[in-house]
């Protein structure tokens, strides 16, 4: 188990896991590129240093990237000549192939293990952190063929073990389009439904009939939005090519309404009906996985948003792996909707049957 983390950068996610590990028993290091935060760091038990160097001199076991994406080359070409060896260098921006490649760049790879907890919210700073937004957490772990089983191992562990998180893992590419379509595309659209309020004659209006429904699809609108434009500035390909699939998606709908066509308009309120299904399944008991690996045509089984140890006990099933296939093994065990809750030995993953489409 690992013992001391380093931190770099103390803003919501870094202060958030930052003050996870230390309650988890961790011996915390961190810099931050201000000293703003550090006597609240050091009142949560944090250990503040006054560079990045003296950071990786300490020699923490894992040393955790939580700067900003745009920061990440000088970053890494900072820690290049001074990281140890022995310690391993991972991150958690939510775009994996381009950091891959800096870190390539920078002549890390052999110590690299990409991360991406898929949590937030749209405040800012180590006085927004809070230890418990890693609650039940998943992350996306991203491995290529060069990824060095032991170092993944510690990752594993420290996200199944010692934070008591889940994880999934997929190759970058399989990341980043994913990323796209459920983070980086959907912030661009409630900020074009912000954008789209503040330019009515009716926004007054708007604004005092607006509710829940408005709350929610627009409550990511609200973060920084130089973060979210450097998020999504990281990540273009793919998300030029999903907003021009949700403009022609809308436009096509415009066109049902204008154009009375009756079949269009109603398909397009059930195309989605697959994921209503396993939203509606989300209250259920889990059932238990399978003892073999199903394949895709098998049906799936579903996870309920809130379930208790016993429960997850009860639906887990465990994962040989093996040296020369474990890449494949858990990419393939993502694909299938599973987690991975735990990581008892190295030949050995224990997985969660998750909801699948």
Not at 107 to 133: C, I, K, Q, W
Not at 268 to 284: E, H, L, N
Not at 291 to 317: F, G, I, V, Y
């Amino acid at each position: 188990m690992v013992r001391t983390v380093g931190i770099v950068g103390l803003g919501l996610i870094g202060g958030s896991l930052a003050r996870r590990m230390v309650d988890a028993g961790c011996q915390v290091l961190a810099w931050n590129h201000t000293p703003r935060p550090y006597a609240a760091a050091q009142a949560d038990g944090i250990e503040c240093l006054p560079s990045l160097q003296a950071l990786a001199e300490a020699k923490p076991e894992l040393l955790v990237l939580c700067n900003p994406l745009r920061a990440m080359p000088d970053m890494l070409a900072a820690l290049a000549p001074v990281m140890d060896p022995a310690s391993t260098l991972t991150d958690v921006g939510s775009v994996k192939g381009l950091v891959r490649e800096q870190v390539r760049q920078a002549g890390l790879e052999s110590v690299y293990v990409g991360a991406h907890p898929m949590t937030g919210n749209e405040r800012s700073g180590f006085a927004a952190s809070d230890p418990e937004l890693f609650d039940d957490a998943l992350w996306a772990v991203t491995v290529d063929q060069n990824t060095d089983f032991q170092r993944f191992l510690q990752v594993s562990q420290t996200i199944t073990e010692t934070l008591h998180n889940r994880l999934i893992v997929l190759d970058d590419h399989t990341h980043d389009r994913a990323a796209a379509l459920i983070s980086h595309m959907p912030h661009a659209v409630a900020t074009a439904l912000i954008n789209q309020l503040c330019a009515s004659p009716e926004r007054n209006v708007a604004l005092a009939l607006s509710a829940g429904s408005w709350r929610d699809m627009t409550r990511v609108a609200l973060t920084d939005p130089q973060r979210t434009r450097a998020m999504i500035d990281e990540n273009p390909i793919n998300v030029e090519a999903l907003l021009r699939r949700m403009a022609d998606r809308l436009v096509s709908y415009a066109d049902a309404i204008r154009e009375g066509r009756e079949e269009a308009m109603q398909d397009f309120f059930t195309q989605g009906q697959p994921f209503r299904q396993v939203k509606a399944q989300a209250g259920r008991p889990p059932v238990p996985a399978p003892a073999h690996a199903r394949t895709p045509e098998e049906p799936a089984q579903q996870e309920p948003a809130e379930a208790d140890s016993s429960q997850q006990a009860k639906a887990t099933m465990p994962l040989s792996l093996s040296p020369s296939t474990w890449q494949e093994t858990l990419i393939n065990s993502a694909k299938q909707g599973q987690r991975i809750v735990s990581m008892p030995s190295a030949d050995q993953a224990i997985v969660l049957q998750g909801p699948t489409l």
